[in-house]
């Protein structure tokens, strides 16, 4: 499957943004869908899941209550709603897509899209 995340960009803190990752080629469906970022310096980490059938979600301590991941399986395409940001969600923002579910490590995810990058400034 190939994924494609877009709707980065500039924004201030206390701002929202929404970010999306169409999917194409294999039937996205089936997959567990995740997003992870990865701040200068520092490692990847993982942000948020979604089960294929968009009835479990699991979320990173550090955005629960703030960030929101949804997905729309007629339109191949999976969401992250972010508000409340603060310059530390500042990063590039990765889509993944799995077999399984929870899985919250990079290795777990077979695909990977090229990332957006999302700058809060403060």
């Known amino acids: 499957v190939q994924l494609q995340a877009s709707g980065g960009g500039l924004v201030q803190a206390g701002g929202s943004l929404r970010l999306s990752c169409a999917a194409s080629g294999r039937t996205f469906s089936s997959y567990t869908m995740a997003w992870f970022r990865q701040a200068p310096g520092k490692e990847r980490e993982f942000i948020a899941a979604i089960s294929w059938s968009g009835g479990t979600t699991s979320y990173a301590d550090s955005v629960k209550g703030r960030f929101t991941i949804s997905r729309d399986n007629a339109k191949d395409t999976v969401y992250l709603q972010m508000n409340s940001l603060k310059p530390e969600d500042t990063a590039v923002y990765y889509c993944?897509?799995?077999?399984?579910?929870?899985?919250?490590?990079?290795?777990?995810?077979?695909?990977w899209g090229p990332g957006t990058e999302v700058t809060v400034s403060s």
């Open positions: 993944a897509a799995g077999q399984y579910y929870p899985v919250t490590y990079r290795s777990g995810y077979k695909y």
